[in-house]
């Protein structure tokens, strides 16, 4: 949902590095700037305006905390390109301001290198100082000089210095040790300037095609948020999200300080994971993309950017490729080579999965609840497998045979995704009725429906929302919750998304004489959609029936935060919408109970803490040099934790011995869905894992117990409403059948 925010993550391209493409960029920055004036949206005047808002989105995006570019730097960007930058685009000139400014941003780089490289080594550190930095400087000024650039530098070095001899300090009490008794691992001093050597390393290893991707990216981005311009590369990975695969060796890869990548994940049923020479935390130092064995065909891949390391190691299938690693578990200095045998991969663990919840509550019949979690709404655009709609009434209709009481979707932290599949799935629930409304820039209004005639379930219903809902969330959230067919429970409201994009190959449109093999393509917004009842979630979002508290709630988070949005506005209902009576679902009841709940539970207690905290500490924007303010901190933050994980895991304990008494947990997976039995989950059963990861590294501070039967307050909440829910509606189907004297 977030816009491409790793640009300099790994810090980007350069110049210098060898030409990856043919490709004219000039040319597909002209013909992509036609695509958007004519199929964007709002279609906003191609003008001065807009020019000087793309120039300060590009300058953003490089040097987004404001800490690199000088103000002066930025003035005479503003004067030389701020009036005619839509101008360069249209002739075909673009790329001409795009390489300069990413030239002064190389420079900036290389020179905070050096200066952080001689402060380090001069190791003239007092953290004494009373002067704290901001702790976001998003909305801060460029420094004025590079002079105040030096200053900051050191500042925000100091920063990073007591903030990594603080984490030392805080694992070694973890594990009852001295500091100095821990596992040697590389000084203060060269674990940052390994860091900043590999942004270094990325931002001068890259080529044409890179500045032109993150240069096009700002300027589609100064459209809307949700326009966007993607690489070939980025192009194939978004492929590969949507259809929840690929063809490659089945391993997820994490830069580490030395240049290496580890192995942060292994897909247990991939070729990395049925090989087993490859494990957790093994480093990878070069790679054999043919397999041909020889010492000159070995590519040393250290400080090389983690996407094109992927797509050295992917391949055709069948195909091998020859690694070269530094076992995890291997002494210093020892290297072997592996060969792997590319195949598909398909990553289940993004796909739907399903619980059956079996309350032994007597009183209500033993009811059953049905769990969905629905983590994106995937769909393979080549030949429609995977599809999620298809993966949700397979389990559904699974579910059904078991004789669910009640179900409850869970869309917590779904992005969104395929349209198609939204409006087939809110049938499964409504039938053949209204989903959508779809307004196009020429201001048409289409409702497009669900074709199912008649609904695959049409019991008790519940939805979990949270803000990082989006986009089709929203409208399967929004759309049930217009109907009265659902309470919708979660965090204050959802993200807020109410656009639609499509995809466009930009080498359609270029001349016959340029080559467009690497020209990426454009994802322009090109309609809004709205709720049946006429109200777009852009920037307001889907307000639930009951509101649970959220760490969200301390952050701007949303489309409302976002630069560009567009505007939320309402039209007309559709007119075939009519609503089912909203007093069966009873949220008023519903809601009272849910409170009483919420509002005694210590863990929703510890979650307000934490989000008045976190908003005092935004407000404040102040991070202290200071080392002994910051020990407080720290000690005050590890007695906090040390104190909740004491009384957690006693209540915890009471709580799965309780879940015990109450509760029968089963999962039921895409590739389990015909068992005859369900497999059995909760306190004494782990639920089915599809890849290994590495865990998370014990720092002492977040160690915490694990929530009981792997439930956490949100997931509890939204079942305790769901059998709230069965109870209420039998009681108001038992006294409809009750004759009146």
Known sequence: MQRKNTLLA?????????AAAKTDFNVVAREMTGLLQNRHYARPKFDVELSRKMLDQYLDDLDPRHLLFTAGDVAAFRQEFGDRLHELLIRSRSMDPARRIYERYKNRVLERERHVSALLKAG???????????????NAPWPANVKEARELWKKHLEEEVLSEILRREASARAVGQELKEVEAEPSVEEKLLRGYERSRRNVTAANEEDVAEYFLSAIASSFDPHTDYLSKRENEQFLIRMRRGLVGIGVTLHPEDDGSVSIAAVVIDGPAGKGGDLDLNDRIIGVDTANKGGEADMIDILFMKTDRIVEKIKGKKGTKVRLRIRPAKAAPGVFKD????????????????????RSKDARLGEPRVGYLDIPSFYYDFSDGVPSVSHDVEVLLRRLQAEKIDALVIDLRGNGGGALREVIRMAGFFLGAKPVVQVREMGKRIETKAAKIDLPLYEGPLVVLTDKASASASEILAGVLQDYNRAVVVGDHSTYGKGTVQQQVDIARFLPGFVDGRRAGSLKPTIQKYYRVSGSSVQLVGVRPDIILPSRYDAYEFGEAFQRHALKHDVIDKSRRF??????????ESLTQRSAKRVASSTDYEYLREDIARIKRERAENRVS???????????????????????????????EEDDRKQFQFYELTLDRVKAKDLREIGPDHERTIYTRKVEEEFNGLSEAPKWPSGIGPAKRESIAIAIDLIELTEASRIAKKTPKA
Do not use: C, H, W
Request: proline share 4%; aromatic share 6%.
């Open 10 to 18: 790994l810090a980007a391209a350069t110049l210098i590095g060898p």
């Open 124 to 138: 003239e550190f007092s953290f004494l100082s009373a002067d704290p930095i901001l702790r976001s400087r998003k």
């Open 338 to 357: 592996i060969v792997i045998e590319r195949g598909q991969v398909q990553y289940k663990d993004q796909l739907v999965r399903a619980e059956l919840i």
């Open 578 to 587: 009519s609503p089912l009576d909203a007093k069966e679902l009873y949220r």
């Open 625 to 655: 040099l200071n080392r002994g303010e910051r020990v407080a901190l720290v000690d005050a933050r590890e007695d906090r934790m040390k104190t909740r994980n004491e009384e957690r895991r006693e209540r915890f304990a009471k709580i």
